[in-house]
């Protein structure tokens, strides 16, 4: 960027696309390392933190990227793209100083940073964060009322320090509210423990069991074991039963019990339900929440439940077709009506003359391998698990036996690499290393 660029602030560089100079894109943006320095000098911008489309997230010094403007960054094309690790002397701007209290120098009073500006210095490549964006007021509070807001320089306020307890999450939340729970999930992966459960703490319960759905197993442990327990139990009942149920198999037994009997009894019940079968069988895959409607509903009824934006599209496919009552165990099964069905028939159809009854159910014993057998060789993005009586039990989605059968890290695997992109991270090893190393001299 030219000398005299527009200040930018950081939250607009959340989730921007990177691009090389021949217009492909590398990754996104989601975060930028800074370090701290003495005597309230600005800190200096020593690059930013970009997740390419293999999920790693790798390093990108400011001396390689050429260009930020209309919401892209532009790099020279020359990557490191080994996995980023933080050094002791640096600082994660969007995990570790936004929602920070501070204190203003002048006055004393203490304030939130909502966002802060970075500036590319004159004549020079590099960059420094110049200027706060802060609120005045109390701690976050469900009726704090929120004060004045102001842009500051950045030596007048102080208060840094990461030693300090109690940061919000408030603006990171903001400047990740877009994301994919998936995305978010990886977000959050890559927070400190105690900035992770910060922001776990500021997400909404449907969110939270979003996101936790998301998560590596030990995640998922450690964000429940730091909520309180009636929250803890009201995010397992937001969360989709299978994994719920999942999670709570993990937790030692005078835990679970604990959770289950602040749960509402219904959802108590799938749970233990739930957690009877062995994991890798269709009992123990399975949510006991598919759509099941009675004989003598119409297509319209049918396409009215498809559409809660709730489901996922797996379990929106298709519609299960049962006697009463309605709720898993239901009555008997009759059979399944597919989605593509349902928008060829008129509005006014009864279910129970378009249902398909050719497919055997699964049996809720049936093994990994056996559902994944079913849902390749039939086509299916969903299954219906059915008990020795005829009754409805559950459905098995696509996603839920994927899960299962790929390794228990593969959250965090990367794809492949190709040669080409790593032999340009070759080449840009060595200069990442002395910019990062010129930036702690400076400090």
């Not at 803890?232 to 030692?252: K, Q, S």
């Not at 990994?368 to 005829?390: C, E, I, K, N, Q």
């Amino acid at each position: 960027m030219a000398a005299g660029a527009p200040r930018i602030f950081v939250s607009h560089l959340s989730g921007v696309a990177v691009f090389d100079p021949t217009g492909d894109q590398v990754g996104r943006v989601r975060d930028l390392v800074v370090m701290l320095r003495v005597a309230r000098r600005p800190p200096r911008l020593l690059g930013l933190v970009v997740e390419l489309a293999t999920r790693r997230r790798i390093f990108l010094p400011m001396t390689r990227v050429t260009s930020i403007e209309s919401g892209q960054v532009i790099t020279t094309g020359v990557l490191n793209v080994r996995r980023f690790e933080q050094r002791p002397t640096e600082r994660l701007v969007f995990g570790e100083l936004l929602d920070r209290r501070v204190t203003l120098v002048e006055t004393g009073e203490q304030v939130t940073v909502l966002d802060l500006s970075v500036q590319q210095l004159p004549a020079r490549r590099d960059w420094e964060i110049d200027r706060a964006f802060v609120r005045k007021g109390g701690k976050g509070g469900a009726f704090r009322r929120k004060g004045e807001s102001l842009t500051v320089e950045w030596s007048a306020v102080t208060g840094f320090s990461l030693e300090e307890h109690g940061q919000g999450a408030e603006s990171l939340l903001a400047t990740f509210e877009q994301l994919r729970p998936a995305d978010l999930a990886n977000v959050l992966h890559h927070l400190s423990p105690k900035r992770r459960a910060e922001v776990a703490a500021a997400l909404d319960d449907d969110r939270l069991a979003d996101v936790l759905e998301e998560l590596p197993e030990d995640d998922q442990i450690e964000i429940l074991g730091k909520l309180k327990e009636e929250r803890a139990a009201d995010v397992l009942e937001a969360m989709d039963p299978d994994d719920a149920a999942d999670l709570l198999a993990e937790l030692p037994t005078e835990d679970q019990e604990r959770l289950l009997s602040l749960m509402k009894p219904a959802d108590a019940a799938d749970m233990r339900r739930l957690m009877a079968y062995e994991e890798h069988t269709a009992g123990g895959l399975m949510t006991t929440e598919p759509i099941v409607l009675r004989p003598d509903a119409t297509v319209a009824d049918a396409l009215a439940r498809v559409r809660n934006a709730d489901l996922s599209p797996a379990l929106a496919a298709q519609v299960y077709v049962c006697r009463p009552p309605d709720e898993t165990p239901t009555g008997k099964y009759l059979g399944t009506v597919h989605f593509q069905r349902l928008l060829r028939d008129p509005p006014y159809t009864l279910v129970s003359s378009i249902i398909d009854d050719d497919l055997q159910p699964l049996d809720p014993d049936a093994t990994l391998p056996l559902v994944a057998g079913f849902f390749a060789t039939y086509d299916m993005v969903a299954a219906p698990v059915v008990d020795d009586s005829g009754a409805l039990l559950g459905a098995v989605t696509v996603d839920d036996v994927l899960d299962h059968m790929l390794p228990e890290d593969w959250r965090e695997t990367e794809f492949d690499l190709d040669e080409n992109e790593t032999g340009e991270a070759d080449q840009g090893t060595a200069d990442e290393e002395q910019d990062r190393g010129v930036a702690s001299d400076d400090a």
